[in-house]
T-cell receptor, first 110, second 113 residues
Framework: KNEVEQSPQNLTAQEGEFITINCSYS?????LHWLQQHPGGGIVSLFM???GKKKHGRLIATINIQEKHSSLHITASHPRDSAVYIC????????????FGKGTLLTVNP | ETGVTQSPTHLIKTRGQQVTLRCSSQ?????VSWYQQALGQGPQFIFQ???????GRGNFPPRFSGLQFPNYSSELNVNALELDDSALYLC????????????FGQGTRLTVV
């Protein structure tokens, strides 16, 4: 069993829909990262969370440390949101050795 | 744009050859981490360099080695390339410390034939 599990693996939505991507982890962590990866490879850091909730534009990330679970929400989804969304956890204290989930491929159709 | 630059962007090598990948870290960042991402998988931690020394290593054989220079840029070297080394190689720069944010480069796509 992977230390970081994401669901769903693939998600197709219509423009405007509310999107939720889930991440569960099995180790103690000091922080959780949500990352976005577009075709071609480059990764962009969306959020780093150690508790509670963060919001940036149409993106919202929440984490429940007791339940070892985090969610990434996208409101009013748009075709440009289509990408792979990756959850990664930092269990080492310092920021090295991030452990990544396999990612969720999101496709938003116009 | 993160300010983390990787070169080259794409590379094709033959099995048994050696390859060097480069990463220029974001200005002010003293730590570079390298990851391997096989097709359809999440990235796997290779190693991290902090102030020119290796500061942690994942489950990769010794033929994966690295360097960090005084300007904090870094190289990943892979000797005796194998077909399974074909992957996207990502570097991330950050400040050393508790839960500092990492900034990723665009990656180098390595194909071993």
């Amino acid at each position: 069993k992977n230390e970081v599990e994401q669901s769903p693996q693939n998600l197709t939505a219509q423009e405007g829909e509310f999107i939720t991507i889930n991440c569960s982890y099995s180790v103690g962590i000091s922080a959780l990262h949500w990352l976005q990866q577009h075709p071609g490879g480059g990764i962009v850091s969306l959020f780093m969370l150690s508790s509670g909730k963060k919001k940036h534009g149409r993106l919202i990330a929440t984490i429940n440390i007791q339940e070892k679970h985090s969610s990434l929400h996208i409101t009013a989804s748009h075709p440009r949101d289509s990408a792979v969304y990756i959850c990664a956890v930092n269990s080492g204290g310092s920021n090295y050795k991030l452990t990544f989930g396999k990612g969720t491929l999101l496709t938003v159709n116009p | 744009e993160t300010g983390v630059t990787q070169s080259p962007t794409h590379l094709i090598k033959t099995r048994g050859q050696q390859v060097t990948l480069r990463c220029s870290s974001q200005s002010g960042h003293n730590t570079v981490s390298w990851y391997q991402q096989a097709l359809g998988q999440g990235p796997q931690f290779i190693f991290q360099y902090y102030r020119e020394e290796e500061n942690g290593r994942g489950n990769f054989p010794p033929r994966f080695s690295g360097l960090q220079f005084p300007n904090y840029s870094s190289e990943l070297n892979v000797n005796a390339l194998e077909l399974d080394d074909s992957a996207l190689y990502l570097c991330a720069s950050s400040l050393q410390g508790w839960n500092t944010e990492a900034f990723f480069g665009q990656g180098t796509r390595l194909t071993v034939v």
